[in-house]
């Protein structure tokens, strides 16, 4: 897995920590072009986070919960370019707060066009 991460941002390298620890093999490469990132493997402006992760070819755009990755992987639907948790959700992996409070979040899948559409775990 290859996570693109805006060399201001932090909790990039937590979420890359997480994924490490779900097992996945993690490099970090610290960009100034995000948005170049994001436009290169398809993640729409709308759905846009902090970093960018590439892995067996899908886009991995913000703080997806490590489950909805392992899905992803497992399923390898043909339909999706990639899956995104958009902005940076309070209590999202990587996002956790010391109070613990959480905002709801939705992880979406988009494909090739940019549509979107709800991802479950």
């Not at 170049?36 to 067996?56: F, M, N, Q, W």
């Not at 886009?59 to 390898?76: C, Q, S, T, Y």
Request: with cysteine; charged share 25%; aromatic share 6%.
């Amino acid at each position: 897995m290859l996570v693109y991460r805006d060399p201001e941002c932090g909790c990039c390298e937590a979420w890359a920590d997480i994924a490490r620890k779900a097992g996945y093999n993690v490099t970090v490469e610290s960009r100034a072009d995000m948005a170049a990132v994001k436009e290169r493997y398809g993640a729409p402006p709308d759905l846009a986070s902090c970093h960018t992760a590439i892995v067996a070819g899908y886009a991995i755009e913000g703080h997806v919960p490590m489950p909805h990755v392992a899905k992803l992987l497992r399923d390898k639907p043909r339909n999706i370019r990639g899956i995104a948790v958009p902005g940076m959700p309070r209590g999202s992996p990587g996002m956790e707060m010391p109070d613990g409070s959480q905002d709801a979040f939705d992880v979406m899948a988009f494909d090739m066009q940019g549509k979107a559409s709800i991802f479950s775990a």
